[in-house]
């Protein structure tokens, strides 16, 4: 708690306002997709689930660019563990997420189930790696 109010409140509140509304909207297209691939006449929640993955992009940068400032006014000699858990969550989550949304787009467009299967799949592991980001981050491993 000591640590959270000796810094500015701006950026880590943003910084942790990008993180909720990422994992809110990362976990309702997970929902959303298993939902729509047992249900293949659902067209609008193929549509629902493509424009919640487009909504977590606008988070995502909240998220990132407000951890960068932090990470940047903080005077760390060696970066700890959770930085790095947090670094793998954002750089290697931006391409699941990518991938995530690419295959959503095939899936509207397409209508096949194995594309919601596969939107189903990458969302949540990148739920995962967001849940053990935030893990890391609220216990400061390392």
Do not use: N
């Not at 549509?47 to 919640?52: D, L, P």
């Not at 290697?92 to 787009?105: F, H, K, M, Q, T």
């Amino acid at each position: 708690m000591t640590l959270a109010f000796s810094r500015p409140f701006w950026p880590l509140f943003l910084h942790i306002f990008g993180a909720m509304t990422t994992f809110g909207v990362i976990l309702t297209a997970v929902v959303l997709s298993v939902v729509a691939w047992r249900r293949p006449d659902a067209v609008f929640l193929r549509r629902a689930t493509f424009t919640t993955l487009l909504v977590s992009i606008p988070c995502f940068v909240v998220l990132r660019v407000f951890a960068q400032v932090i990470l940047d006014d903080e005077d760390f000699a060696k970066d700890p563990a959770w930085v790095g858990f947090g670094f793998l969550a954002t750089d290697a989550g931006l391409l699941v997420l990518l991938a995530s949304i690419g295959c959503a787009w095939w899936w509207v467009r397409s209508g096949k189930p194995v594309a919601g299967r596969i939107v189903a799949a990458l969302s949540s592991i990148y739920l995962l790696l967001l849940t053990i980001a935030m893990l890391a981050m609220s216990g400061k491993w390392g």
